[in-house]
């Protein structure tokens, strides 16, 4: 079974420019949720989408907002980068969220560099 | 980040044992799990424990829950080379979302 694929692996950008990461989960789950990873920070939830839909959102300005697919594949999409935007971005799937058993299955991050 | 604590670093010698702790300020978790990132990759689960558990074994890999303390623990036997990493211990938001801590490097020494 493929993991979960993220797509570009990295990223170099300019401020003010926007960028748009894409992420694939494991074939059936339908949750997807996004993080961001700063060095020394542990992982901030972003959002995550299940069946199309964003049924969690995290404390990030509107700058930052996502979608999801019908099937199931993700992209997440940044405006009007800020040099602190500079960080790895994660993407989790898993079969319906956190609750219960919700072990969620990371990609290997888009790493985006705000210059 | 704030409520899952973990110190940032630690360092022992191959062959030794290392123990990864975590606290949490909200402990309604049903499941708390241990994730391992290896640089350039993404996280890994190692384990999970079911919060009326008080302790879980697998292989080299011990998890302690003290539930009044809202305590978790991870020890590594025979800590190898392979296992430097980053380590997290995220809870679970009500169902909703992970809440990490800012993730533990264990660094293994020759």
């Known amino acids: 079974k493929a993991g979960v694929t993220q797509t570009p692996r990295y990223l170099i950008k300019t401020r003010g420019q926007q960028v748009t990461l894409s992420c694939s989960p494991i074939?059936?789950?339908?949750?997807v949720s996004w993080y961001q990873q700063t060095p020394g920070q542990g992982l901030q939830f972003l959002f995550e989408?299940?069946?199309?839909?964003?049924?969690n959102k995290g404390n990030f300005p509107g700058r930052f907002s996502g979608r999801q697919f019908s099937n199931s594949r993700s992209e997440m999409n940044v405006s009007t980068l800020e040099l602190g935007d500079s960080a790895l971005y994660l993407c989790?799937?898993?079969?319906?969220?956190?609750?219960?058993?919700?072990?969620?299955?990371f990609g290997p991050g888009t790493r985006l560099t705000v210059l | 980040g704030e409520d899952v604590e973990q110190s940032l670093f630690l360092s022992v010698r191959e062959g030794d044992s290392s123990v990864i702790n975590c606290t949490y300020t909200?402990?309604?978790?049903?499941?708390l799990y241990w994730y391992k990132q290896e640089p350039g990759a993404g996280l890994q689960l190692l384990t999970y424990?079911?919060?009326?558990?008080d302790m879980k074994q697998d292989q080299r890999l011990t998890v302690l829950l003290n539930k009044k303390d809202k305590h978790l623990s991870l020890r590594i036997a025979d800590t190898q080379t392979g296992d430097s990493a980053i380590y997290s211990c995220?809870?679970?938001?009500?169902?909703?979302?992970?809440?990490f801590g800012p993730g533990t490097r264990l660094s293994v020494l020759p």
């Open positions: 989790a799937s898993s079969l319906a969220g956190t609750g219960r058993l919700g072990e969620q299955f």
């Open positions: 074939s059936g789950h339908r949750s």
């Open positions: 989408y299940f069946s199309e839909t964003q049924r």
């Open positions: 909200d402990s309604s978790s049903t499941y």
């Open positions: 424990i079911f919060s009326n558990m």
């Open positions: 995220p809870r679970d938001n009500y169902g909703q979302n992970f809440v």
